[in-house]
């Protein structure tokens, strides 16, 4: 791989930009890999990234059935912070904002990442109580926030109304400067080269139809293009995680619904921060380019479908049009729909399964984006391992069956 | 926007009259303290979430305020059928027979 500098590109300036090296491979599949990663998004290339850098595992195969990073890391707002409740979800999503701070230089790529902070408001009495509480916790976890008044909410976003004559008046916020935004293509397509750099194979347009076993043992996986061998099959399938548990016969407490996002026409700078409302839900930022990037919720029932209801995208433009008055009249370009694997605790499953040498990481829900680097990192080594990583530990499976759940509805269940 | 038809009312309503109470036919066991904790936690948490059919529960809160099952593609989001609770639906999907079978614990029939 060549190294992506100053030097360099003045260097390719010479030749008209038109003799830079590929990407990444394009490899014919190998009979056989170490391991095998299902699902070519953000997660699964991360996977495959700290799998071959860290652990040194470079036998490795990214198997997406359409092509690298197109699915939900493709469509989603983006939105980095770590301000959850818990200490086992704090430390985990903690992990990964760390190494999103090194992200660019670590890849060698620019991964866009701003720490323009992240304000979730209050509107009630128990919002704030809630924030007050979260705050707290946060700040005994080592993780930055503050609860701020409406008047320093005005000073950090001042488009936004603060008025007290409104049906949901804002009555402060949490405040986390060091959250914000990343180019969310940029994250895949650099952990995808630094994957490919490193020997991983990336192999598109290749879909999973089964997962081959012997004896309660992986073997490999079928798929489109044949059978393909494997020591450890690891998904990461995000929406389709319960399609793929199908093919070796397990279920998972997950359930796929559509989220949905869309974004504006570009608008001149006027929102440098991320502002986020679970009570009214709706959350707000501008992307470098100048469109308002706006998340609405998930469907009130299951879908794989990558559409949305009308009416959600309805619910979620009255909310951000009672925050922002002057947005009322700003026209929306597009608008995408995932399918997210919500779980009943909103915390992602990070395991091992009752079948050997396979691997789930699924269940982030409506928030997986921000994870990305951290979860791929406790995911391979729980893989490399086949022990959990000491941060993955309390994401097992079994929680399930223990009744050891980490209850982030407050900080994560609705906005992300 | 989906149009779904009410079996008590007998008439097709919009979406938001509707909420959604998810996978039909999960029986509650007779016994719970009987039950492992693995058991008792597939009964609470673990589901189809098929790609395709499903059998499904549905509130019309704003309507007749009663339950009824509906047998829905998640993929197309028709729906083929609503049925009142106690019924049988008249599509079955291929996945269910399969998840079916590798079921560890009973959790009633379909």
């Avoid at chain 2, 499904?56 to 099952?69: L, V």
């Amino acid at each position: 791989m060549k190294k992506y500098s100053g030097f360099s590109l003045l260097k390719n300036a010479l030749s008209y930009h038109e003799n830079w090296q590929k990407i990444w491979r394009s490899p014919k599949p190998k009979a056989d890999y170490d391991v095998i990663i299902v699902g070519g998004g953000g997660h699964g290339l991360a996977t495959a990234y700290y799998l071959a850098k860290v652990h040194g595992i470079t036998n490795v195969a990214v198997i997406e059935k359409g092509y690298l990073g197109g699915g939900n890391t493709a469509r989603n707002t983006t939105i980095i912070r770590s301000n959850y409740l818990w200490d086992e979800a704090a430390q985990l999503y903690d992990l990964s904002l760390k190494l999103w701070e090194g992200l660019s230089q670590e890849l060698n790529y620019n991964v866009m990442f701003s720490q323009r902070g992240v304000l979730n408001l209050g509107h009630n009495l128990q919002d704030m109580r809630d924030i007050e509480r979260r705050v707290n916790a946060n700040r005994l976890n080592g993780i930055d926030g503050e609860v701020v008044t409406p008047e320093r909410i005005k000073e950090i976003a001042p488009l936004i109304n603060i008025s007290r004559d409104c049906r949901y008046p804002i009555l402060g916020a949490s405040w986390q400067p060091r959250g914000g935004t990343a180019r969310h293509d940029a994250v895949a397509w650099g952990y995808a080269r630094g994957a490919d750099a490193l020997g991983v194979d990336l192999i598109q347009e290749t879909e999973v139809t089964g997962i081959r076993r012997k004896n309660g043992v992986v073997v490999g996986v079928e798929t489109t293009k044949g059978f393909i061998g494997a020591r450890k099959v690891a998904c990461v399938t995000a929406g389709n995680s319960g399609v793929v548990a199908a093919m070796a016969g397990l279920r998972l407490p997950v359930e796929s619904r559509p989220l949905q996002a869309l974004v504006s026409e570009p608008v001149k700078p006027c929102l440098d921060t991320v502002v986020m409302s679970n009570a009214v839900h709706g959350y707000i930022s501008q992307s470098d380019k100048g469109d308002l990037v706006v998340g609405a919720g998930v469907d009130g029932y299951n879908g794989y479908g990558q559409r949305g209801s009308m009416h959600v995208i309805e619910h979620t433009l009255q909310a951000i049009c009672e925050l922002f008055p002057a947005f009322s009249r700003v026209r929306m370009n597009r608008q995408w729909g995932g399918v997210v694997d919500t779980t009943p605790d909103a915390c992602p499953i990070i395991s091992k399964t009752s079948v050997q040498g396979l691997y789930f990481n699924c269940g982030w829900g409506t928030g997986g984006f921000k994870a990305t680097p951290g979860s791929g990192y406790v995911f391979a080594d729980t893989v490399a391992n086949d022990h959990p990583h000491p941060l993955a530990e309390a994401f097992d499976l079994e929680r399930f069956n223990t009744g050891a759940l980490i209850d982030e509805h407050g900080a994560a269940g609705v906005a992300h | 926007m989906l149009l779904i038809h009410c079996p008590h009312c007998r008439e097709d309503r919009e979406e938001e009259e509707f909420s959604y109470s998810g996978e039909a036919h999960i029986v509650r066991p007779v016994e719970p303290e009987a039950l492992s904790d693995k058991e008792w936690g597939d009964y609470l948490f673990f589901r189809k979430n098929p790609r395709g059919i499903h059998h499904e529960m549905w509130y019309h809160g704003i309507g007749c305020r009663r339950y009824f099952y509906a047998t829905r593609n998640t993929l197309s989001y028709e729906i083929l059928e609503t049925y009142m609770v106690g019924e049988k639906p008249q599509v079955i999907a291929a996945i269910d027979v399969a998840i079916d079978a590798h079921r560890d614990t009973p959790r009633g029939t379909l």
